[in-house]
T-cell receptor
Framework: DVKVTQSSRYLVKRTGEKVFLECVQD?????MFWYRQDPGLGLRLIYF???????EKGDIPEGYSVSREKKERFSLILESASTNQTSMYLCASSFEQGDGTEAFFGQGTRLTVV | AQSVTQPDIHITVSEGASLELRCNYSYGATPYLFWYVQSPGQGLQLLLK??????LVQGIKGFEAEFKRSQSSFNLRKPSVHWSDAAEYFCAVGPTLTYGNKLVFGAGTILRVKS
């Protein structure tokens, strides 16, 4: 089975802190994604990566950055956490097979910024 | 641009009753359509997907969905709901190389099952 693992289920951080959310997949997927989930808004794409050291902005990249130094690991970075970044964060991965490729999701990290 | 609309934020059904969750999409070509389910505190699990061919798609856990191009819809159905189906359901469109190789999600529908 494909496994996408997010390092933390719950995090509480203070305003202004630098926050790292880690995601690891074990299926040699080329694509990796970070989504943010908020009630009534569904999942919104923050950043995605289709190869090591490659990244592209999604729909809401402001206040976030990402790092992909190894194929299996994709990190989301909040440079200076703010209360409006309190949310559920979901990581996903998929093969680079062209159109219609299924994405596999991690369990999510619920981040609270106080 | 791609977009997905799930008109119902919450739906409550009785256990054993039938279920239909609505999904409408906006897309410039033949869409790739997905339904995912998220149980409380969990990540998303794929229920089913439509790529082409037969417009009625069977998925896991007894779910099915019907693609209707004329209505730009991809509604999810189940003939008899179980209490364990209580969860949030997301419809999604994509990914394609043309539109940036990403999934675009609807806002979700929360299903409550009453006994």
């Amino acid at each position: 089975d494909v496994k996408v693992t997010q390092s933390s289920r719950y995090l509480v951080k203070r305003t202004g802190e630098k926050v790292f959310l880690e995601c690891v997949q074990d299926m040699d997927h080329e694509n990796m994604f970070w989504y943010r989930q908020d009630p009534g808004l569904g999942l919104r794409l923050i950043y995605f990566s289709y190869d090591v050291k490659m990244k592209e902005k999604g729909d809401i990249p402001e206040g976030y950055s990402v790092s992909r130094e190894k194929k299996e690991r994709f990190s989301l970075i909040l440079e200076s956490a703010s209360t409006n970044q309190t949310s559920m964060y979901l990581c996903a991965s998929s093969f680079e097979q062209g159109d219609g490729t299924e994405a596999f999701f991690g369990q999510g990290t619920r981040l609270t910024v106080v | 641009a791609q977009s997905v609309t799930q008109p119902d934020i919450h739906i409550t059904v009785s256990e054993g009753a039938s279920l239909e969750l609505r999904c409408n999409y906006s897309y410039g070509a033949t869409p790739y359509l997905f339904w995912y389910v998220q149980s409380p505190g969990q990540g998303l699990q794929l229920l089913l997907k439509y790529f082409s061919g037969d417009t009625l798609v069977q998925g896991i856990k007894g779910f099915e969905a019907e693609f209707k191009r004329s209505q730009s819809s991809f509604n999810l159905r189940k003939p008899s709901v179980h209490w364990s189906d209580a969860a949030e359901y997301f419809c999604a469109v994509g990914p394609t190389l043309t539109y940036g190789n990403k999934l675009v999600f609807g806002a979700g529908t929360i299903l409550r099952v009453k006994s």
